[in-house]
C-alpha cells in the first residue's frame, strides 16, 4: 500500500525529475542541520527546488515550482556543482537509486534506503561528499557495485497517484484501499509525493510535540511527588528528635563536666529521664557549644516551616498538572499542543536555593564564581565563602534596605561549607561581607578574590 521507498517509486520519482531537470543548472545548494537538504534549479528560467527532509529519523522528498531561499544558520554543500548543468537522470534498476548526471562526470547520487536515505557527489566513480556524513557505512558506497547506470523511461501521464489517510497515517499508492480518507488524486507523482510529505511531517512533528509535552509534565510530576515526599520524611524526623534549645538547656546545667577541646559530653537528661551523649565542637567552650545548638533550634523551628509550605505549594502544583497531563493525553492538534506546552525552563546558571523568601545563589564552578560574584550580584547583596579552602561563592539576594536576617545568613552559609572542600567537615568556618568588599586582583586565577570587612560563622555542612 505505501511505496514511498519502494523501487517503483523511485525509479518513477526519477523520471519525472528527468523531464524537468534536463538541460537545468543547479543554482545553490545547502543543508540546515545535516538533516535538511535544498538543491535549486533554473530551466529556461524557470525555478524548481528539491527539499529531502531527513529531521523526524524518517526521510521525506518535496518538490516545489520556486526556488527556496537561504535562511539563518544554514551551510553550503556541494559547491563544485553550483552553475553546472544537468545532462540526464538515471536509476539503478533493481536498486532504490538514481543520480543527477551533471556535465564532466559528476553527479549526484540518491540513495533513498529509507531512514538511511542520503545524497552523495561523485566525480567519476570517487565519493567527493555526502549530505549525511553520520551515515557512516556511506562513506565507503561503492555505486560501480550497485549496477548499471540507466536512462529513466517516461511515464504514463494517465496513472492516477493519490494520498491517503488509514488509521492517522498518510500513504501514497496507485489504489485507493476501502476506508481510507482521501487527501489527493493527480496524474503528477511530485505533487502527489509533496503532499504526502507535507502531511507526514505534521504528523510526526505533532507526535514529537506531543510527547515532548507528556514528558515535561510527568517530569513536573515526578519532582513535586519527590518534594512531598522528602519534606514528609524531614518533619517526621524533625518532630521525633530532640529538640535542639533542649539539648542547650542541659549543655549549660552541666558546664561543669565540659572542658574546651572535648567532642562529647555524657549528661543526665532530665527531660526523658536517662542518659544522654550531647556532640561537641572541640574548638568551642561549653556556652558556646550550647549557643550553636540554640541557634540551630531557630532554624529547625524554619525548617519546619518551610517543609509544610512547600508539602503545601507542591501539593497545589500536583493538581494542577494531574489536570494538565489529563488535558495532554488527549490532545490531537498541535496548535493544542503548542498552547498547552509547558515552558522548558534552562538549567538556572547557578544553583538557587529559596529561605524564609529570601533567594541564595549558588556558584557552580570558578568561573561560574566569578560570573556570579561579578556579573549578577548587586553590591549590597550578602557574599559569603568557605574560609580558606577553595569552594563556591555564595549570593544571598537583599530585598530592599533591610537587614539580612540572620537565620538566612546561618542557612547561607551552610550551603557555601557544603559546596566547599570542607564538605566532610564536622563544623567550617564561613566568611561573609557585602559583595561590594569582594574585588578582583591582577593575576587571579577563576574564583579567586580579594575580601575586606569580612566577618566569621561556624556552622555544620548541610543541603537540606
Avoid at 99 to 124: A, D, I
Wanted: contains cysteine.
Amino acid at each position: 500500500m505505501d511505496f514511498r521507498y519502494s523501487i517503483q517509486c523511485v525509479h518513477a520519482i526519477a523520471s519525472s525529475l528527468s523531464a524537468i531537470l534536463e538541460q537545468s543548472v543547479l543554482t545553490d545548494a545547502f543543508v540546515d542541520t545535516n538533516q535538511e537538504l535544498y538543491l535549486n534549479f533554473k530551466s529556461n528560467g524557470e525555478p524548481f527546488s528539491l527539499q529531502l527532509n531527513c529531521v523526524y529519523r524518517a526521510a521525506f522528498f518535496l518538490f516545489f515550482d520556486k526556488e527556496t531561499d537561504r535562511m539563518s544558520g544554514v551551510q553550503p554543500i556541494f559547491q563544485d556543482l553550483i552553475g553546472k548543468d544537468v545532462v540526464g537522470v538515471k536509476y539503478i534498476e533493481n536498486e532504490r537509486i538514481f543520480t543527477l548526471e551533471f556535465e564532466n562526470n559528476q553527479r549526484l547520487v540518491f540513495k533513498c534506503f529509507g531512514p538511511l536515505l542520503n545524497v552523495l557527489y561523485f566525480r567519476g566513480m570517487h565519493l567527493e561528499g555526502l549530505f549525511r556524513p553520520q551515515i557512516k557505512q556511506d562513506a565507503h558506497f561503492n555505486l560501480q557495485q550497485m549496477g548499471q547506470l540507466v536512462p529513466c523511461k517516461q511515464i504514463a501521464e494517465t496513472v492516477l497517484y493519490r494520498v491517503f489517510e488509514v488509521n492517522q497515517h498518510n500513504y501514497i499508492d496507485i489504489q485507493l484501499p476501502e476506508m481510507a480518507n482521501l487527501k489527493l488524486t493527480t496524474v503528477d507523482l511530485l505533487e502527489a509525493y509533496t503532499a504526502f510529505s507535507i502531511l507526514e511531517l505534521k504528523r510526526l512533528q505533532f507526535n514529537e510535540a506531543k510527547i515532548q509535552l507528556l514528558k515535561s509534565i510527568h517530569s513536573k510530576i515526578d519532582r513535586c511527588n519527590k518534594i512531598i515526599y522528602n519534606n514528609q520524611i524531614k518533619i517526621a524526623h524533625l518532630n521525633q528528635a530532640i529538640p535542639l534549645d533542649e539539648i542547650g538547656h542541659l549543655i549549660m546545667s552541666h558546664m561543669h563536666l565540659i572542658q574546651k577541646g572535648d567532642n562529647q559530653v555524657q549528661v543526665f537528661d532530665f527531660y526523658r529521664n536517662k542518659d544522654l551523649v550531647i556532640a561537641l565542637n572541640a574548638k568551642l567552650n561549653a556556652a558556646e557549644n550550647a549557643a550553636v545548638y540554640y541557634r540551630k533550634s531557630k532554624n529547625r523551628k524554619l525548617e519546619l516551616e518551610n517543609a509544610n509550605q512547600l508539602i503545601e505549594k507542591s501539593s497545589r502544583e500536583l493538581s494542577q498538572l494531574t489536570q494538565a497531563l489529563a488535558q495532554a493525553e488527549n490532545t490531537t492538534k498541535i496548535k493544542e499542543v503548542k498552547k498547552q506546552s509547558v515552558p522548558s525552563q534552562k538549567e538556572s546558571l547557578f544553583k538557587v536555593f529559596q529561605f524564609d523568601d529570601y533567594q541564595i545563589w549558588v556558584g557552580r564552578n570558578s568561573k561560574n564564581n566569578d560570573v556570579l560574584t561579578f556579573k549578577h550580584a548587586h553590591k549590597e547583596d550578602l557574599w559569603l565563602h568557605a574560609a580558606g579552602v577553595s569552594g563556591s561563592h555564595v549570593i544571598v539576594k537583599r530585598k530592599g534596605i533591610a537587614n539580612i536576617p540572620e537565620p538566612v545568613i546561618y542557612r547561607a552559609a551552610e550551603l557555601a561549607a557544603y559546596f566547599s572542600k570542607a564538605k566532610s567537615s564536622s563544623m567550617v568556618l564561613v566568611m561573609y561581607t557585602e559583595k561590594k568588599h569582594v574585588t578582583k586582583f591582577k593575576s587571579a586565577l577563576p574564583g579567586q578574590v580579594k575580601v575586606a570587612r569580612e566577618k566569621t560563622i561556624l556552622v555544620e555542612p548541610k543541603l537540606t
